[in-house]
């Protein structure tokens, strides 16, 4: 049979016009994984003669639309269907592609043709899905160290375009990992980030039933967890007897560690060191003391362990065995911990003691031979109890001496041979013995105390003490001071140590403050202040002697009389101490002054014995006291009379200082005489001269008594002088408050009346200067209504008033006169000045607008 192009040309040649034909060659089964540009088939289009195509054939219906073929020209009339590779060829998707390809000739002649691809099935790798599906990349996987075995930390999917079973593998397979069929990825084993690896590389491979296979790359990293405890390592002190040694250990063997401690080590004093360690490194790691006490305390961050209280086992309620645990824990509390128990020891650290520490022994006369004079009771304090040991260190105990120790009892002490009171040896030695034992609680003393035994030999007091004399008297004068010595009373004891007495005043003394005090060994009386004749004239005193035996003391009394000796001590008192007295000039000699008469008093004289003076203030002996010795209330009288009118006599005011002296004795010279004194004030009032008058009438005169009694204390000054102050304040105030008013009032009466004056002697706008006319002006009132007055001068004229005239006998001019004062002026000079002073106001009115001329008026006030 022809081919077809061989009959298509047979065509041509004999001039008949066919439509385009296609030929398509090697259109074959295309394999899915063929590459991009394959030729899947030729296409050659033969056209009739004299014809052309209109452009290249095209693909236009395809079934799918989507498709990865296209048409290539090669040649003339020759076009190859080749591969783009977009979209892929897929068996699983499209297994068979319909494609049509039209042509078009210049005769408008349309030819098309179909080719079927059949695509066939290609066995292709699996491939992953997901973040696998990322080719080149490793996928980073973060899990803890924690995570148990068997967990699944990922998964791995993948799929198959044939969709054959697939198989999964890990690589290495060594690793903590394992993978199931459906690509689970779990843990294979437990993972310690501390001791292991701590990131994996893995390698997933899938692979499909014809071992075509895919890969994919993991890193697993593991995140470190507080999942250790910390380890702790302790070095552990023993302190026994004062010999260190040390104990280590580590929690990891979790034994309970026992040490011993002295008690009374210093506090503060270390007694463990640790260090702690954990194998997560996450740091925070701090030490921990738990204990039910407060005598041991941890540093939180050195480890070290102190005592914090002191340990002593003696103490009421001390636990003598201790128990604590260190604690070394992160900060998730995680902990290591070493259980302690701490056994205190006791050591000698309290010396004995004793029921008493100083004994005595009295023996009466005579101590027998093997008496137990002394049994010392001591006891140890510490913790197990010491024994105790006694030895003697001074005074006369032990091996031939006069006391010692009883054997096998050595806290016993007992006398060796028998001790007498009369005994010269026992008398040399005072009678008393002492000694002293040394009470220890260790062979090798350290801590020790001593107790002093006193032992005594004391007679027997058969006899009291007897006084030289039952009844004393004595004389004191009353002028004597402390430390007088009144006189001594004496006893004795026939006892022995013999006259061993001791003195005291018992009854007698009876005033407030003591007035006598005896010499406790030797019996002198002493004054300890100076008696008062006039309080108390006589002591009977009580005296009492008291012997030297403590246990049994004997007395005996004896009567004292003291008698005070009077003497002239006390100065007259007159009563009142000022007198005052008002009389007139005109009295004559030998009147008594207002009838006056002084009463004094003397408490150690009578009143016979007193004798007045004037003492100052008599001038010219006005006046006299009569009688002037010999009683107790003289007068006072006028000596000589008073003479004002001859112009000698000029005093009015006589101030009378009287002395009182208490030496008029009847016979012999008075010893020591006091004096005292009395004010007299005298007013002498002047009485104006009458004319002589036919007779005289004697007035009796008024004397003006004031009784003062001086209660003012030292300690009270401050009440005067308040009520001093207050008066000064007072009057202050109230003569501010008068000028003040007095002041107001002159103002205004002084304006009122310039405001007059000036309203009718001065014109408007006319000046007055006040002052000197150099002022510039300050001073210058202007009486303009819109201007305010600032400078107001008030000039105060003060006239004497004279209400009398009388002529001069001498010159014959008339006078004027104050009757009151007596002040005199010339009548005439008074009329040349009102002259005077009517020139100057005729010159003022003269010329009232010169401000040149300024009228100079003294200032005596000026208010603002």
């Not at 009421?316 to 201790?322: E, I, P, Q, R, W």
């Amino acid at each position: 049979m022809l081919p077809v192009h061989f009959l298509l040309m047979l065509l041509a040649a004999s001039g008949v016009q066919g439509a385009p034909v296609f030929f398509v060659e090697n259109a074959n089964s295309l394999l899915e994984n063929a590459s991009d540009h394959t030729v899947v088939a030729m296409v050659t289009v033969s056209l009739s003669p004299h014809t052309s195509l209109v452009g290249d054939p095209v693909i236009l219906n395809a079934s799918p639309v989507v498709h990865p073929f296209v048409l290539a020209h090669r040649f003339s009339h020759r076009w190859d269907l080749i591969i783009t590779g977009v979209p892929k060829l897929d068996f699983e998707v499209v297994a068979l592609y319909s494609l049509t390809i039209y042509a078009k000739d210049s005769h408008e002649a349309i030819a098309s043709q179909t080719i079927f691809v059949q695509i066939e099935d290609v066995n292709e790798p699996p491939t992953f899905t997901g973040s696998l599906a990322q080719e080149d990349q490793v996928i980073e996987i973060y899990i803890t160290e924690d995570t148990a075995p068997g967990t699944i930390i990922y998964k791995a999917v993948a799929k198959d375009p044939e969709d054959a079973v697939l198989e999964y593998f890990i690589s290495p397979e060594s690793s903590s990992f394992i993978i199931d069929s459906t690509g689970a990825i779990s843990t294979a084993s437990a993972l310690d980030f501390e001791r292991g690896m701590r990131s994996f590389s893995l390698v997933i491979k899938v692979v499909d039933p014809g071992g075509l296979f895919a890969t994919g790359n993991l890193k697993i990293f593991l995140i470190n967890v507080n999942n250790k405890d910390p380890t702790l390592a302790c070095s552990l002190f023993n302190i026994e007897n004062g010999v260190l040694s040390v104990t280590s250990t580590n929690s990891t063997l979790h034994h309970n560690i026992n040490i011993t401690l002295d008690e009374e080590i210093p506090v503060g004093k270390m007694i463990a060191m640790c260090q702690a360690a954990d194998e997560d490194n996450l740091g925070g790691l701090t030490f921990e003391l738990e204990t039910v006490d407060d005598y041991f305390a941890v540093d939180k961050e050195k480890g070290t362990v102190v005592t914090t209280t002191r340990l002593d086992v003696e103490k009421a309620g001390f636990a003598s065995v201790l128990s604590f645990s260190i604690k070394a824990c992160d900060s998730d509390q995680r902990c290591a911990t070493i259980p302690v128990t701490t056994y205190i020891h006791g050591i000698n650290d309290n010396a004995p003691f004793c029921d008493q520490y100083l004994i005595r022994y009295t023996g009466k006369e005579e101590i027998a031979k093997d008496t137990i004079i002394a049994k010392l009771t001591c006891q140890d304090l510490d913790k197990p109890p010491d024994t105790v040991h006694y030895a003697p260190i001074s005074g006369p105990v032990g091996s031939g001496q006069l006391f010692e120790q009883v054997p096998n009892a050595d806290n016993f002490i007992q006398v060796t041979k028998e001790l007498d009171y009369e005994n010269p040896e026992v008398v040399a030695a005072g009678h008393i013995y002492e000694m002293m034992i040394s009470v220890f609680d260790d062979l090798h003393p350290s801590q020790t105390v001593t107790v002093t035994i006193l032992v005594e030999i004391a007679p027997d007091n058969d006899f009291s003490p007897k006084f030289q004399a039952s009844h004393y008297a004595f004389s004191v004068p009353e002028t004597s001071g402390a430390f007088y010595k009144v006189g001594q009373v004496t006893a004795i004891d026939e006892d022995y140590p013999p006259n061993c007495l001791t003195y005291k005043i018992i009854n007698g003394d009876i005033q407030a403050v003591k007035r006598f005090w005896i010499d406790p060994l030797s019996g002198v009386i002493e004054l300890t202040s100076q008696p008062d004749f006039e309080s108390v004239r006589q002591y009977n005193l009580t005296v009492q002697a008291v012997d030297c035996d403590r246990s049994h003391p004997q007395t005996a009394v004896a009567t004292v009389t003291v008698n005070i000796e009077d003497e002239n001590d006390e100065a007259p008192v007159c009563i009142p101490y000022l007198y005052k007295a008002v009389i007139s000039d005109d009295v004559v000699a030998g009147t008594n002054v207002n009838g006056l008469k002084l009463n004094c008093h003397d408490r150690d004289s009578h009143d016979f014995e007193m004798r007045f003076e004037m003492a100052s203030g008599n001038e010219n002996l006005h006046f006299q006291l009569d009688p002037s010795r010999g009683t107790n209330t003289p007068k006072l009288i006028v000596k000589n009379p008073f003479n004002f009118e001859s112009g000698a006599e000029q005093q009015q005011q006589y101030h009378l200082v009287v002395h009182v002296i208490d030496d008029n004795l009847k016979s012999g010279k008075a010893i020591k005489p006091k004096t005292g004194t009395a004010v007299i004030d005298v007013y002498v009032r002047r009485i104006s001269t009458p004319p002589p008058p036919t007779h005289s009438e004697q007035r009796k005169g008024l004397t003006v008594v004031y009784t003062a009694v001086n209660t003012y204390k030292t300690s009270d000054w401050y009440i005067p002088f308040i009520l001093a102050l207050t008066a000064v304040i007072f009057i202050g105030l109230f003569s501010w408050m008068c000028f003040l008013f007095w002041r107001y009032g002159n103002i205004k009466s002084c304006s009122q009346k310039l405001a007059k004056e000036d309203s009718k002697l001065k014109p408007k706008r006319m000046k007055y200067v006040v002052g000197d006319r150099n002022q510039k002006g300050k001073n210058v009132i202007t009486e303009t209504r819109n201007k305010k007055r600032e400078v107001l001068t008030e000039t105060t004229v003060y006239e004497t008033v004279f209400d009398g005239e009388a002529i001069d006998p001498v010159s014959g001019n008339v006078y004027a006169y104050n009757s009151r004062t007596g002040a005199r002026k010339w009548k005439a000079l008074i009329e040349h000045q009102e002259e005077f002073f009517g020139n100057i106001y005729s010159l003022s009115e003269a010329h009232p607008l010169r401000e040149s001329t300024s009228l100079k008026i003294p200032v005596q006030q000026q208010f603002l």
